[in-house]
């Protein structure tokens, strides 16, 4: 009877916090190969099904009932994380209906989006001309901050002498990695 109560408890414990988990996944039904370079390109139907894309914020921007988030662009890995150390495929405009905190949603953070093409949007980067295709959010899912350790060299010095008694004594030095 006990057993049964702590494993009981066990498996509430390890499904709540499979729940809690905040990682964004693969969405298996949102078509993951298209780019936003090729949907400039050729746009996908507005009904057709779901785009997964991700990349780093550049901007976000909240309006009357709607949040826009401009996005820099990377192929998803298996996790379905942006791979910054890949090459950009262009970037998107993500909108998302209410309202997002910009200081959640700030430049530089990694986001996955899942969600469907809505249109090409004339706009600018660096006062350049761009298109930018457009995706109306089902998902919009932050990834956690990954904050880089800063790698100290771990050598030490050190000295010391001790007295053994009455006739022992010694001094020694040591390095320590």
Known sequence: MIRLKRWTLYTFLLITLQACSSQPVINNNADCSLTPQQATATPPDPGS???????????????????????????LDTEGRPD??????????????????????????????????SEI???EVAKASYQFPVLICDEI???????ERKIQPRIHFGFGASSGGRSYGGIGIGIGL
């Open 141 to 147: 899912s932050l990834w956690p901050v990954v904050s």
């Open 121 to 123: 949007r004339k706009g």
């Open 84 to 117: 910054t150390g890949a090459t950009s495929v262009g970037r998107f405009i993500a909108k998302q209906a209410g309202y997002l905190e910009t200081k959640d949603y700030a430049t530089g953070r990694q986001v996955t989006v899942t969600g469907k093409f």
């Open 49 to 75: 099904q779901p785009l997964q894309w991700g990349g780093i914020i550049i901007e976000a921007q909240n309006f009357n009932e709607i949040t826009e988030v401009e996005i820099l662009a990377y192929p």
